[in-house]
């Protein structure tokens, strides 16, 4: 093992002072060798540690300036928790959620340009250099974008020791079918909102790895997230169409085993919206990546929710045995879970509750799933925050129903008795708020007292 850490990408090879200089953060400085067995630090010179910066790129550049950001990253958190590292750390998913959060985005320019794509060559053969495109969003030569060290490091901060927890990311645990949801305020002007989830998915099978068709999903445990705004629109996660993985078994009568018969018009650029805007249908979410990131462009001010929710788990992590481990992160402090786990469809005896907070200023207006059903002798019950009863509902009467709250939260409870007869339970689609200066137009006024009359 051999290499140098630096965060600074752009560094030629510099004087060690000079590069003190311009380090104006963090910096972590390992240089290592390994000689005749034994690890064995560089030795300095007065000024210089013999800093060699490659003009290469690829996974192998990039893997030791990551793994000491990584580094960094674990001594933060330990510095905060003041845990050992040992009993209290951080899932690879989370470090992996906090570079991808904060990583910047890169789309495509000249300059950016280092090397041909030997796939697109093979493809066009036209005899000229081409290369990877990449958009907005993931792409298929920069991923997520460039790592930020500083950024990720800063979101390692406001640290709750009673609860354990950070601010801004948490390890949250999700069962199949279950749905959890967290709140994040924006309260000031901001161009941008992020959230992103990562989950170390299950290992799979490695005969499944020979099937073809690379459209098809290879997850073991898909889970899916959406961002739902405070005037009640959907923002979903990113994807990224497969390429064509066809190879390309001779050119010019020589045999190129491996390259792929992918043209440049084949590369698209990933996409975050949904034909309709106002569903969750299926195809609004990735399932082909254990990483889902949404990003809201000019977020409205207001509560933001996040949505999590467990499409598919077959396999488990936690220490139930009953759900997948996954990694939260925000911009913005998430605000503590509504102690709510939906689940579809639920079990007899298995009632629960979720509360969720609206505001005592507006009118909310709540949407329900249209699957919403409870079996025999089985109720959801309404309540809002005075503990009044808002309604009762069995059977389908809730499927697809829009409910009108005035109240600072709003309690659904499911009652489930222990018979055969159970439903899907309750999902809610949408909550959402009518700014009351809409509501309080002359025009609107004037045709009520008419009503009224
Ligand atoms: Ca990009
Ligand atoms: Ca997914
Ligand atoms: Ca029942």
Redesign the pocket.
């Known amino acids: 093992m051999y290499g140098h850490f630096l965060i600074n990408l752009k560094q030629s090879e510099k004087k060690l002072t000079e590069i003190d200089k311009e380090q104006k953060a963090y910096y972590l400085r390992v240089d290592f060798n390994f000689e005749r067995g034994t690890v064995t630090p560089y030795i300095c010179n007065n000024d210089s540690c013999g800093y060699r910066y490659l003009g290469a790129g690829g996974t192998s550049q990039s893997a030791p300036f990551v793994s000491g950001i990584v580094a960094l990253m674990y001594q933060k958190f330990h510095k905060h928790t003041r845990d050992p590292l040992e009993t209290h750390s951080m899932r690879n998913s989370t470090t992996k959620a906090l570079l991808i959060h904060t990583a910047v985005?890169?789309?495509d320019s000249e300059q950016a340009h280092f090397a041909c794509n030997p796939d697109l060559d093979a493809a066009h053969n036209d005899g000229k250099c081409h290369f990877t495109p990449?958009?907005?969003?993931?792409?298929f030569?920069?991923?997520?974008?460039y790592v930020d060290g500083k950024k990720a490091l800063d979101l390692i901060s406001d640290y709750d020791s009673i609860t354990k927890e950070f601010s801004k990311f948490k390890e949250i645990e999700i069962g199949n079918g279950i749905e959890k949801r967290w709140t994040v305020k924006v309260d000031s002007a901001s161009n941008h909102l992020r959230t992103t989830l990562v989950w170390d998915d299950f290992s799979g099978i490695s005969s499944s790895t020979k099937i073809k068709n690379f459209k098809d999903i290879r997850l073991i445990n898909d889970l899916d997230m959406y961002m739902l705004s405070p005037s009640g629109k959907y923002y979903y996660p990113w994807r990224l169409d497969t390429l064509p993985t066809n190879t390309i078994g001779t050119i010019g009568g020589q045999v190129s085993s491996g390259i792929e018969n992918i043209h440049e018009n084949d590369i698209g650029n990933?996409y975050n919206t949904c034909n309709s805007n106002d569903n969750l249908g299926y195809g609004c979410f990735d399932h082909l990546n254990n990483v889902e990131v949404v990003d809201v462009e000019n977020p409205e001010y207001g509560t933001w929710q996040i949505v999590v929710f467990g499409r598919s788990i077959t396999e488990t992590n936690n220490d139930k045995g009953n759900a997948q481990v996954a990694s939260l992160v925000s911009d913005l402090p998430l605000s503590a879970d509504t102690k709510c786990n939906v689940e579809h469809g639920y079990a007899p005896q298995t009632d629960y509750q979720c509360t969720y907070e609206l505001g005592n200023d507006k009118i909310y207006y709540v949407s329900f799933h249209d699957s919403t059903s409870v079996g025999d002798g089985d109720d959801i019950t309404l309540t809002d925050a005075n503990g009044n009863t808002l309604g009762i509902y069995t059977d389908n009467q809730l499927a697809g129903k829009t409910v009108k709250v005035k109240s600072r939260n709003l309690t659904i409870t499911l009652h489930s008795n222990n018979d055969n007869s159970q439903g899907w339970g309750f999902g809610v689609t949408k909550i959402y708020s009518i700014n009351e200066s809409i509501l309080k137009l002359p025009f609107e006024a004037i045709k009520k007292k008419r009503i009224n009359q």
């Open positions: 985005d890169m789309e990449y958009g907005k969003g993931p792409d030569a920069t991923g997520w974008g990933a």
